[in-house]
């Protein structure tokens, strides 16, 4: 059998990870997986489907940058017989077999509590917070509407200041997140809604020696972060399992194969990782 | 040619003025030009010969002074209005386009179209038989009228911009050194092209170098010196002697510009 | 230059593709070759536009831009249930009057179209953000207006057939009219032609018009294909419409252009990319084998054929 | 052309700052204009070098993968015990040899330049991807390395410092110095240039050693700086490298290069990112408020100065 | 000048051939010349003369033949090979760079320098005092030697040309059409330096179209016709109609290059 996996990048180690999942559930299964790289470009995922779907291979797995415009290229699977499978982003009304992944609106909910409640506790209920974000990231998008809702809904005295855009690249989100402090000097909080602008958060939090009074909070550990969380000033931080989702997804497809039924939703869940639990995620970075 | 006491004028060019930065190209200069007369303007190297013409051709805008053509003032503020007036001129740096072959650039501006369902497409055989016609006219030897004019030596090259000024009936020509690349039989060729066209009342300004030619071609010659008028001959008031004095501004003795035998020449 | 290039470019691109039927079983079949034309018909739409700027010894970075915009303003009108003949109709106009204000600065204010084409993208991008807020906005699978992108007609796809025209029509335009004759001229020599008595600034302004509205174009066909339209949409576009008509031959000093080989620097790329997938390249190697694949096969034909090109 | 340029860049630049001093307070800070300069030192060192490149009218697209490449491997290397002065200087010399090996393509070989680097970019960065597999890699806090990024020095940090002397030395070696001469010549008529007895060939090649040594270098101070060493960074750098010379009035024909106004250019736009940064812009507006500003900018100065520039 | 009998040479071209594409531009050519001896080298538009001296100057590689200079067999892959055998050359498209300075343009691949701490940098003070110099030795006008030469005129652009080619100590000097755009007196300096330079045992190659200019300053005329040899005449032995007449290739009435009391001047 092969499947084929279609991710959008490959400088985030989130879907190498989810790469390195799929890999081993494929091997496990004695399947071969073809990985195509998107590199970042919608039409570029469509393009490596269709071409699939020309090959006839035995499923498809895919990360979709563009939510709404893979629905014909998963459609034109389905008629061909191709069972996709939707991993990360869900795809709205698609003809996708299955979704494995996170809820990201929900994720961005459950870190927004947990900020909330943080506040509450720590800082007297009133805190200043700054945002980095990837404008262009869907998904990022989401984990920041979850978030604000989660803040407002809490009733605690936040305000939000600015939201700087990081591109998804980290020497971009570190200039605009050293920019951000500057202009924000009462600044006491940051969140960052992605990997690379998680390290470009903590390394300007460092340069601008503000580790004493801003704490962060973000997505998707590193080494960098690991360190801040033993410091005490990166607060928290959402763990995903993209290992797990990509091993999900393959085991899905298996099952598939085999005639077998599978959930529509396949859920992995999240954790929030803090100082009491970033032990069991040390390993990962050495 | 005309009466020179005739008070109509092709061209009345008066009290042009142009400055490039700390240099005052032109300095209140005026020409005028009957039809159907040869005028050659001759200067030393920087006097502004060639900057004075290009105000006429609409490629430089003065920045004083006023134009007349036929007795109306005209402005130009690009080569096309003089274009319009059927002022042509063959530049000194040529202005050909290299990389387009050479019957294009001999109808460049004025390609000849024919229309295939109402579009106007260019007619190409057209283009290249004129043009080979037009060459051998001039009695130029290029091998193919679809060669790229980058290749070309540099009297072809000259060549093809002299076609193009002369062949499209302008009233004005204006010649900036058209013979300085070219041999001896191609400079023939071109003066007899003015003494044709001056013929049939067209008004020529021919700027050369060659002060024997002027005396071949020209019914009066205007002399520059450092971006002013000096002085204005009728040629047959003056002679090659006369004219180099004027153009070098002192007496002087030009041994290339002098008669033939007494450079020990055989005749 | 341009005519050994286009044998050369014509080579690699034979050479690519048998490569390419040797490897995989795929690759030489009707439904890929199809799929092919399919998904570059926007990249060959405004390489053929770009041809033009290029060969005026102009640049055109906001290409990307206009195709991202487009995209996402066709999907937002489309929703707001503007009729689909109007949402096109509207949409090229829009790519032509930003290629308009484009070209204004470039051939009437003379600022390098390098700075205004980037600022260009800058803002055309950022306006598709500002608009669908970083979501993206989809188009209903049943509209009429996805037929463009997704439609087949006596066995070609709709795409392709659109293309095929603009290449047509964009052949024609550049070897046979006087616009074509003046946009070489004025990479060759802008003065020489303006001398000449033609408009330079009015011809240099249109060829703006032109690659903005061919990426109107491409940006319709992407957004009916998709049915959705994303900012996203487009990203480093210009980059890899550049790269086609560079690698077709035309010279980035202006004055040397050639459609043919523009077609061939396209699809060149396209196959590249489509074969490396069909025999299930790597990620990780994928862009290390295209671009050592373009350089080492430009490298040969440049040797083979350097003879040809220019001799000293 | 050069001349007039750097005047009008320079106007604008100080609009600018002016402009960001009264709407911000934070702007005029010492700390906040370090910052600046210490952010935009990788920009200024590579905008630095790449002048040379597109005064011989030739550009190098790659110089953002090599900057990635160079980033993770120094964490790499780093990370595998290699001593930090070692790493610099064989970074330092990836860098030059990358430079050659693409400047060997574009001068012997005469691929044109565009193409080369953009094989190159991807390429490199393919090589980056490979090694890093996508993860990011961390330089220890406590290493020496770090300093390169980070440390002050006289009250001013480092990457400044080290921006400063690469400027002062480039500005020297194109004024001062045959080399600078034969690039502007180049540039201008390569040919003339090669009649007049000069190998123009090495001169070529010598100019993407120079950029990829200068992204080589900009990729170290990026790493200690950040920390860390990932192979995305340096995305769409070369754009902005060759925005900044671009707009400090260097032509992208060849022949006019100013490295002033490279100074001036890089600058401005570190400062308008800055600035709108600190005027609270909202994310969604700032593309198109820096794209506008740069246009209306260059343009106001284009007419005011119209007449110095070149009047016909 | 030496003795035309001697058989030393300083150059000698033998069988040189060239082709481009389909045209055969240089058919079998030779030439010799000795030291100090000043050879005429004329032919029609497109004869081959420019290419032929590119070959000598390193420019363009031949497709066969040899070169000798001082009797040593050379093989030149580039201009800065025949430099090095102190071959200059003034190009008919004078090679300037024309965003460098005059000066610049004067001194390019040869600008002086001094060290500062070792450092080689231009010694720019040098570069315009020296330019500044040579121009009025030639008696060249250009206000200032840091202008850009792009806005230079015509004549004083190939002033500039001549003087870089002139003043480097060559031992072989080219010179392709160096007058075609230049005034009467500096026309008269160039012929001097061409005299001058001669007499100090400079060889010298010259090729225009101003015929009577070859009787003032050469000792040899070697004419070309499509790319091969056709003749070659003593000065002593030949003249002007002559010339003209080996030029065209059949009997020619060329009345711009007869003698000047012909074409009705008066004296
Ligand atoms: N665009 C320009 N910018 C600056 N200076 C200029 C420009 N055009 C001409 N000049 C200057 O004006 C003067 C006159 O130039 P012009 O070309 O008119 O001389 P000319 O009489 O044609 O000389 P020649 O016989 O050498 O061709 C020269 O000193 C030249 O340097
Ligand atoms: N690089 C080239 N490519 C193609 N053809 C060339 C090239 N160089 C020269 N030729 C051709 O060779 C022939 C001789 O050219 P060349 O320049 O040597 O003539 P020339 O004797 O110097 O003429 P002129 O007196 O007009 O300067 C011409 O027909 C020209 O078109
Ligand atoms: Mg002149
Ligand atoms: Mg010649």
Redesign the pocket.
């Known amino acids: 059998d092969t499947f084929a996996l279609v991710t959008i990048n490959q400088q985030a180690l989130f879907f190498n990870q989810i790469n390195e999942g799929a890999q081993k559930a494929a091997d496990a299964a004695g399947a071969k997986l073809v990985i195509f790289n998107a590199n970042n470009v919608p039409s570029a995922q469509n393009d490596a489907m269709e071409n699939y779907i020309t090959q006839k291979v035995d499923g498809i797995i895919l990360v979709a940058i563009d939510v709404n415009g893979v629905k014909p290229a998963i459609t034109a699977a389905k008629t061909a017989g191709i069972p996709v499978i939707a991993i990360d982003a869900q795809i709205p009304e698609g003809d996708n077999v299955a979704f494995v992944g996170v809820d990201n609106t929900k994720a961005g909910e459950d870190i927004g509590k947990f900020y909330a409640d943080y506040v509450k506790a720590n800082m007297a209920g009133t805190a200043k917070i700054g945002v980095i974000g990837a404008l262009n990231s869907f998904i990022q998008n989401q984990r920041l509407d979850g978030f604000k809702k989660a803040v407002a809904d809490s009733g605690q005295k936040i305000t939000f200041l600015d939201t700087v855009d990081g591109q998804n690249v980290q020497d971009v989100a570190l200039t605009a997140a050293e920019n951000l402090m500057t202009a924000n000097p009462d600044m006491t909080t940051l969140y960052a809604t992605g990997e690379p602008a998680l390290v470009g958060a903590v390394s300007a939090v460092t340069s601008q020696g503000r580790t004493g009074d801003v704490k962060v909070f973000g997505w998707d550990l590193t080494k960098q972060a690991v360190e801040g969380i033993d410091a005490g000033w990166v607060t928290a931080v959402v763990q995903q399992d993209p290992a797990g989702e990509g091993k999900a997804a393959v085991e899905a497809l298996v099952k598939l194969k085999k005639g077998e039924k599978i959930e529509p939703i396949i859920n992995v869940p999240v954790t929030i990782v803090t100082k009491e639990n970033v032990d069991q995620f040390r390993g990962m970075f050495k | 040619m005309n009466d020179i006491g005739n008070e109509t004028y092709r061209v009345r060019m008066t009290g042009i003025s142009k400055r490039?930065?700390t240099?005052q190209?032109l300095d209140n200069v005026s020409l005028s030009l009957r039809p159907g007369e040869v005028l050659g303007l001759v200067?030393d190297?920087?006097?502004?010969?060639?900057?004075l013409s290009k105000v006429l051709s609409g490629a430089v805008i003065p920045d004083a002074g006023t134009i007349e053509i036929d007795g109306k003032v005209v402005s130009f503020s690009s080569p096309a209005d003089a274009r319009s007036e059927h002022v042509e001129m063959v530049y000194?740096d040529l202005s050909l386009c290299d990389t387009v072959d050479v019957a294009g650039n001999i109808f460049l501006g004025r390609e000849p179209r024919r229309r295939i369902l109402g579009v106007p497409f260019l007619d190409k055989k057209r283009m290249h038989d004129e043009a080979r016609a037009m060459l051998d006219r001039l009695g130029i030897v290029i091998a193919d009228t679809g060669l790229k004019v980058e290749n070309l030596s540099g009297g072809q090259r000259q060549s093809i911009a002299i076609g193009r000024a002369a062949s499209f009936e302008p009233s004005v020509l204006i010649m900036d050194?058209p013979t300085a690349a070219l041999a001896v039989a191609e400079v023939e060729a071109v003066l007899d092209l003015i003494r044709a066209v001056s013929a049939r009342g067209v008004s020529v300004i021919l700027i050369t170098?060659r002060l024997q030619d002027l005396f071949l071609v020209c019914d009066r010659i205007q002399v520059?010196y450092e971006g002013r008028n000096v002085a204005e001959r009728r040629i047959e008031d003056t002679s090659i002697e006369d004219v180099v004095n004027l153009i070098v501004g002192r007496k002087f003795q030009a041994r290339s510009a002098r008669r033939s035998e007494d450079n020990g020449v055989r005749p | 230059m341009a005519n050994g290039s286009v044998v050369s470019i014509a080579i690699f691109f034979l050479v690519v593709c048998l490569l390419f039927s040797g490897i995989t079983d795929a690759f030489l079949t009707a439904p890929n070759l199809l799929n092919i034309v399919r998904q570059s018909a926007p990249l060959l739409i405004v390489a053929a536009a770009m041809t033009f700027v290029i060969t005026t010894g102009g640049i055109d970075l906001s290409v990307g831009s206009v195709l991202a915009l487009v995209a996402t303003l066709s999907a937002v009108t489309l929703q707001a249930g503007l009729p689909w003949p109007l949402v096109i109709i509207a949409m090229l106009l829009l790519g032509a009057a930003v290629g308009a204000i484009q070209g204004f600065f470039i051939a009437y204010e003379r600022i390098p179209a390098f700075i205004v084409t980037l600022a260009g993208l800058s803002v055309i991008r950022g306006i598709a953000l500002l608009i669908t807020g970083g979501y993206s906005i989809p188009v209903e699978a049943t509209s009429p207006f996805t037929v463009i992108g997704r439609a087949w007609f006596l066995g070609v796809p709709v795409p392709a057939l659109i293309a095929l025209v603009v290449l047509v029509v964009a052949y024609l335009v550049f070897n046979e009219t006087r616009f074509g004759r003046y946009v070489t001229g004025i990479g060759a020599n802008a003065e020489a032609v303006r001398r000449a008595g033609v408009d330079t600034r009015l011809t240099t302004m249109m060829v703006y018009i032109l690659s903005s509205t061919a990426a109107a174009a491409a940006g319709i066909i992407l957004a009916a294909r998709l049915g959705s339209g994303s900012s996203n949409a487009g990203q480093g576009f210009e980059l890899e419409v550049i790269a086609a008509v560079v690698l077709g031959g035309t010279s980035l000093f202006g004055g040397r252009g050639t459609l043919v080989g523009t077609v061939l620097g396209a699809l060149t790329v396209a196959v590249i990319g489509n074969g490396l997938i069909l025999a299930h390249m790597s990620p990780f190697f994928t862009p290390i084998v295209t671009g050592t694949i373009i350089l080492v096969a430009i490298w040969l034909n440049f040797r083979l054929f350097r003879g040809a090109i220019r001799s000293r």
Do not use: P, V
């Open positions: 490039y930065n240099i190209t200067g190297n920087g006097a502004g010969k060639s900057t000194q050194e170098h520059m």
